[in-house]
């Protein structure tokens, strides 16, 4: 590596330019001469940015390739006049010396500003993460038109499975894939629904009156939809089922239990379920019937829409 030798000489450039104009002030005799005062404030401004662009270069601070050209462009011509007025041999050597070096530094760091950029791989990064936001959009539900996100696994209304597409190169995933089979990228668990999940099933835990708890059930059923966990939402508005002291509300659970299933491919159980709601509340304010016979019917009527059943 050639910037921490580079870097350690501009350090040493400007902290002899800092030496030789208190060097200046002292044995020329200027002390106190406003030309005097002017050229040592001068020699402490060169000096320290030297300093800054010696510290820059140690670090390879990225975007400080053009500060250290300029500093450098301005520091060298101020070290040649140094060294050719420098009656000191002490000062002319290490004057001299430092300049040779710094002058192969600037044309060495002239030739390779790709010190001081970003690598491929942080600018990949960082394309790759405005490309995840760029994709993340709303879209729609194939079945039952609610809007729903991109990085959602299943629709969290009805449960269909919702097509999603690798984030890197956009190939369609397969439900429930962990790679990407076109470009091998992890697919990666959205962390905002994870972190939702997180937060509702603690509060569900809480010790809170049961018309709450069923609700925040219910509202952790929607999330694992979005995290594509069937299993675990039907699970959960069990819950809500239970919890609940009022018939239409555990009705409309029903009715929502039932649409997942029938969305999941099974029909069966949704059709006990919704049995049972019409028997329950026989005005039916949940819908059971309507759904019962959209499935008797083959399907949903919006034919374009049934989805893919899937199979977990
Ligand atoms: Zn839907
Ligand atoms: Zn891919």
Redesign the pocket.
């Known amino acids: 590596m050639i910037l921490k030798p580079s870097g350690i000489l501009l350090i040493a450039g400007g902290l002899l330019t800092f030496v030789a104009s208190i060097w200046v002030f002292i044995l020329e005799g200027i002390f106190g001469t406003t030309a005097g005062t002017l050229i040592v404030l001068f020699l402490f401004l060169v000096g320290g940015l030297e300093l800054s662009s010696g510290r820059s270069v140690w670090r390879a601070e990225i975007g400080s390739w053009k500060g250290i050209m300029t500093s450098l462009g301005l520091s060298l011509p101020f070290r040649a006049i140094m060294v050719y007025y420098s009656e000191d041999t002490y000062l002319f050597w290490t004057g001299a010396i430092i300049g040779i070096g710094e002058l192969l530094s600037f044309t060495f760091l002239y030739f390779n500003r790709g010190f001081f950029l970003p690598s491929e791989e942080e600018r990949a990064g960082v394309m790759g993460k405005i490309e995840v936001s760029a994709v993340k959009t709303a879209a729609e539900?194939p079945?039952?038109?609610?809007i729903?996100e991109i990085d959602w696994d299943s629709?969290p209304?009805?449960?269909?499975a919702l097509s999603k597409s690798c984030a890197k190169c956009g190939a369609p995933l397969e439900r429930g894939a962990v790679k990407c089979s076109s470009c091998g990228t992890d697919v990666e668990k959205p962390a905002h629904i994870l972190r939702t999940i997180e937060t509702l099933r603690a509060s569900a835990e809480e010790d809170v009156p049961p018309e709450t708890k069923s609700s925040r059930f219910a509202r952790l059923g929607e999330s694992y939809l979005k995290n594509g966990e069937i299993e675990k939402a039907l699970d959960v508005y069990e819950k809500a089922i239970e919890y609940t002291g009022y018939d239409r509300k555990r009705c409309h659970f029903m009715v929502k239990m039932a649409t997942i299933l029938k969305n999941t491919g099974k029909t069966d159980d949704a059709m006990v379920l919704l049995d049972d709601a019409i028997e329950m509340d026989p005005q039916d304010y949940a819908g059971a019937a309507k759904l019962k016979s959209e499935i008797l019917g083959g399907g949903s009527q919006r034919t374009e829409a049934s989805g893919v059943p899937q199979s977990s």
């Open positions: 539900c079945n039952c038109h609610a729903v629709c209304d009805c449960g269909t």
